[in-house]
């Protein structure tokens, strides 16, 4: 049963345990989420709502969603906002990494294509 943003529960449980600290500016995620900056939420690293495998759908602080918005990513990556907060291409976790080297598509929105099973 996917949630209500329509990702799938097996991606859901795959990116929490994967995805500890927001995959933008690394920030470790607090278990009381009293502050923006440490409170994750769901992202996806290619702005299309129907890729959602796991080389699309990630964890963030809200911050970095917030800022990140619907910019294409290498749009954003050139931004004030991660120039200021030392965001690169080189600092993100390796599931954005994967996914600059590699563009998820609508060919491989399962989990068993992307290598999970």
Request: with cysteine; charged share 25%.
């Amino acid at each position: 049963m996917a949630n209500r943003w329509g990702i799938p529960q097996e991606v859901e449980d795959f990116v929490k345990q994967r995805d500890t600290n927001c995959v933008y500016c690394r920030v470790e995620f607090s278990e009381d989420n009293e502050s923006r900056k440490t409170k994750p939420s769901w992202e996806h690293i290619i702005n299309d709502i129907r890729i959602n495998g796991i080389d699309n759908i990630t964890l963030c602080c809200m911050s970095c969603n917030a800022s990140k918005g619907a910019k294409l990513l290498e749009d954003w990556l050139e931004s004030y906002y991660c120039k200021s907060k030392e965001i690169t291409v080189d600092s993100v976790a390796s599931v954005v990494k994967n996914a600059i080297a590699n563009p998820p598509n609508l060919n491989k929105i399962t989990m068993h294509n992307n290598g999970y099973q």
